[in-house]
């Protein structure tokens, strides 16, 4: 019998909401080291709302959250710059705040070392988000949650930014993520469309609430 790893992040039975109306139920994963997880479902299925929960930005309904603690680097639709201080310094930024230390590889990594010492509020769109996704690489933190991180990309960016996931997952790094592109990545798919909360009924007094 072969031994599995333990899983980076176990979730069992999970149920999130989406300004307090229940989005999704009975979720139940688990992320592997080496692995990628790409969340798939149509606009507004709560893939968005599942993410920000598993990375501790609001609380779940119910269910079970296990490995997450300080282990998530997430990755959301703002870019999480800040315009007036320069691309290096946006990413040394960062780097202190998870004591780590080199920059020059999540630079190289993300095709940023000609615009090192420009404004970051000078960026265009897809440099931005180049340099928001920069942020995974200085963490040092093994599971990068990204929503919708090929947005504003071009295609030899998203070629890029797939190469650095792909070397986050050989360092033994796991990826969960929502995009509707195939980044030929190593790993499975998960669809919440099953996992949609079913209507409540709304009671008399509820409808006056």
């Not at 119910?62 to 990755?75: F, H, L």
């Not at 320069?86 to 095709?111: H, K, M, Q």
């Not at 509707?180 to 998960?190: A, E, K, P």
Request: hydrophobic share 45%.
């Amino acid at each position: 019998m072969t031994d599995l790893p333990l899983p980076l992040l176990d979730v069992s039975n999970l149920a999130v909401a989406r300004g307090g109306v229940p989005v999704l139920e009975h979720v139940s994963f688990a992320l592997y080291p080496g692995r990628a997880l790409i969340l798939r479902g149509p606009n507004g299925s709560g893939k968005t709302t599942l993410l920000r929960t598993l990375a501790g930005l609001q609380p779940p309904i119910e269910g079970t959250m296990t490995g997450a603690d300080d282990q998530i680097a997430y990755a959301g639709h703002a870019d999480g710059i800040k315009p007036t201080l320069s691309v290096l310094e946006n990413l040394r930024f960062w780097a202190s705040v998870f004591a780590t230390a080199d920059v020059d590889a999540a630079l190289a990594g993300f095709d940023l070392t000609d615009l090192a010492h420009r404004g970051a509020g000078t960026l265009s769109a897809g440099q931005k988000r180049r340099l928001g996704l920069a942020r995974l690489a200085v963490t040092g933190r093994p599971i990068w949650m990204l929503d919708e991180p090929t947005v504003s990309l071009d295609a030899k960016s998203v070629a890029r930014f797939a190469d650095q996931v792909r070397a986050h997952l050989a360092g033994g790094g796991a990826a969960l993520m929502a995009t509707h592109i195939d980044l030929g990545l190593d790993g499975d798919v998960f669809d919440v469309t099953p996992c949609r909360a079913r209507p409540r009924a709304a009671t008399m007094d509820e409808a006056f609430l």
